[in-house]
């Protein structure tokens, strides 16, 4: 975008230009918008409202304080779409219907910008309006997050003094109170034996933000409010592990298109007054300020100026099917700060930089270990798995890198197809590769992550990670009553510079290492038996690059007892000292695998039974 804001006017001007190249495409009655051919699967009408409503969670904050001047347009497109009888209506909203997303950001409206989206209509467009927004107190929702879609539009039509529904709002906020687990840590949606809903980014960006705004909003509901608040505060002390010194956010889990909705979190603390005593104003606004910025600079643009679908840069490949090109923009969530004064200490503070944090950090609310190489340069974790409907390459990898990002998979079969890149994927043909979908036995002791796997019936697979930075290790125990392949990849790695001289990929001597103008990554084999290969990945698949090379081990298993082991590295610099040369050992005797630092330190200890 070639914008750097730091100052609140700054960034009040980069809000407005985000929004503005959505209007050149407005339908004539300013009620729909469409920026490109690519669809979702909802129809077209809910999609084309998505544009309208979410360019909204940007507008809305920035017209509190400031001047823009799109509302007449805005209002036009709202009375329009809200009015049955006019071309451009967003139609009628059932059970579950992705129209009830999209309300949420129009309650917020009324809530706090009423002059312009509000007091402007004349009695018979805001009956209209009440009556359009009611419809999500009379729908099944999904129960999860959008409930709180129920409570932003009836919040709005309250603060109004239009007609609203109190009780739906008290018992959807009562339902999603019951889905806090401790300590700030929510699901996005029930969680329990045989119903466990996955720890991801719908934590800060949806489940603890619209806390937040309630919180802000609610008027008399202090005890919630507070509730809200502290246990904002508590997470706050704990989502800071996820950002590295430049801002960048380890990506995880679905929805990452909506890209810096990842600093959300952050203004929703300031938009509610909800800072913790342990992190200051000025590490708030930090945080906040520089996953904007390092967002804003990089290719996530079209050539109008529009958010593409992707993550670091357009691919389809990493989306999902409840993506629209208007989905992006849910992004402008990161903007409340807006709505604040200019003599709000979160602007009045100096950006600070994180405050210090370990190397490692164990979060077992969210199966995670956070590790911090190389003076912070290679943020990563390494994760148990979670079961998911939205990619399991999205939940199941060994190791998520805010440097590296992770892969999906390609439709291609084969070997190196699969996104294997922090994986041990299995074959049965040397065609289809299985990696962990589902995971039973996990568990953290310590900084020691285990879980077991079973990609098929009589083919069984446990698993224990560690760090070891720069490295982290894995040990795999593999029993099968079958012959199977495997093939163990390392961080992807940017393949930009191989048309000249700078690429460089070892593989022999039981690893394979390549390096490239945008740093190093490598595999080593524990015991020395499996086959090096630097292999190129299927194109687009990668969060980070769309052409990236995995380091990989692969090797091919009788029936019987197999132990596998690893060492795993990667650095944004080319010039990493380590070459393939962890120093750490593996030994495997009949009670099992121990893998130790040079030093001594047992790193792993995992038993040969089924402990």
Request: overall charge negative; some cysteine; hydrophobic content about 35%.
């Amino acid at each position: 975008m070639g914008v750097s804001p730091r100052t609140r006017t700054e960034f009040q001007r980069t809000a407005a230009q985000l929004i503005e190249p959505l209007f050149d495409h407005v339908s004539p009655g300013n009620a729909r918008i469409r920026p490109t051919a690519t669809g979702a699967h909802f129809p077209d009408a809910a999609a084309e409202l998505e544009g309208f409503s979410r360019l909204l969670w940007g507008a809305v904050p920035l017209g509190v304080q400031a001047e823009f001047g799109r509302w007449p347009q805005i209002r036009e497109g709202l009375v329009n779409g809200t009015d049955p009888e006019h071309e451009e209506y967003w139609g009628a909203a059932g059970d579950y219907s992705q129209k009830h997303v999209e309300m949420a950001a129009i309650g917020v409206g009324l809530a706090l910008v009423p002059e312009h989206l509000w007091e402007p209509l004349s009695h018979a467009e805001r009956e209209r309006l009440v009556t359009w927004l009611d419809q999500i107190n009379d729908a099944e929702l999904h129960d999860c997050n959008w409930l709180f879609f129920r409570v932003m539009v009836n919040r709005g039509l309250r603060s109004v003094g239009a007609p609203h529904d109190a009780e739906r709002t008290e018992s959807s906020l009562d339902r999603l109170e019951s889905f806090h687990r401790g300590g700030g840590w929510y699901t996005d949606g029930p969680s329990g034996e045989g119903d466990e809903s996955p720890v991801d980014y719908y934590l800060p960006w949806a489940m603890q933000f619209y806390g937040l705004l309630d919180a802000a909003m609610a008027d008399g509901d202090s005890e919630r409010a507070e509730r809200f608040r502290a246990r904002a505060r508590e997470f706050a002390t704990q989502h800071v592990h996820w950002f590295d010194d430049a801002g960048r956010a380890i990506p995880y889990g679905r929805s990452l298109t909506y890209r810096f909705a990842q600093a959300a979190f952050w203004g929703g603390l300031a938009f509610a007054d909800a800072k913790p005593d342990s992190l200051s104003w000025g590490v708030v606004r930090g945080l906040w300020a520089r996953n904007v910025r390092w967002w804003l600079d990089q290719p996530i643009f079209t050539d109008g100026g529009l958010l593409s679908v992707g993550y670091r840069y357009p691919t389809l490949k990493v989306s999902e099917s409840y993506n629209s090109p208007n989905s992006p923009y849910w992004a402008l969530k990161a903007f409340f700060p807006l709505a604040l004064n200019a003599g709000h200490p979160f602007w009045q503070a100096e950006e600070e930089p994180l405050p210090d944090l370990p190397d490692v950090t164990p979060q077992p609310e969210a199966g995670k270990l956070l590790c911090r190489s190389e003076g912070g340069e290679h943020l990563f974790a390494l994760s148990l798995p979670q079961t998911s409907v939205h990619g399991h390459e999205k939940y199941t990898k060994f190791a998520y890198s805010a440097r590296f990002g992770f892969s999906v998979a390609s439709r291609l079969p084969g070997a190196g197809r699969g996104g294997h890149d922090s994986a041990l994927a299995l074959s049965l043909d040397g065609s289809g590769y299985a990696t962990p979908q589902e995971a039973t036995a996990t568990e953290m002791d310590g900084t020691t992550l285990s879980f077991r796997w079973e990609p098929w019936e009589s083919v069984r697979v446990r698993t224990w990670l560690a760090p070891a930075l720069p490295w982290h290790v894995r040990v795999h125990r593999i029993e099968t009553d079958r012959a199977v392949r495997a093939e163990e990849g390392g961080f992807a790695l940017d393949r930009t510079g191989d048309d000249g001289d700078a690429a460089v990929h070892r593989a022999r001597d039981g690893a394979a290492v390549a390096r490239y103008p945008n740093g190093v990554s490598g595999i080593v084999d524990g015991f020395g038996d499996r086959a090096p290969a630097v292999v190129e990945a299927e194109p687009n698949t990668n969060l980070y690059h769309p052409r990236t090379v995995v380091p990989t081990l692969r090797s091919t298993h009788d029936p019987g007892r197999h132990w596998l082991g690893s060492a795993v590295a990667a650095s944004p610099s080319p010039e990493a000292a380590w070459d393939a040369d962890p120093g750490i050992s593996f030994e495997t005797t009949d009670d099992g695998t121990v893998v130790e630092a040079s030093g001594g330190e047992t790193l792993l200890r995992c038993p040969s039974d089924e402990r």
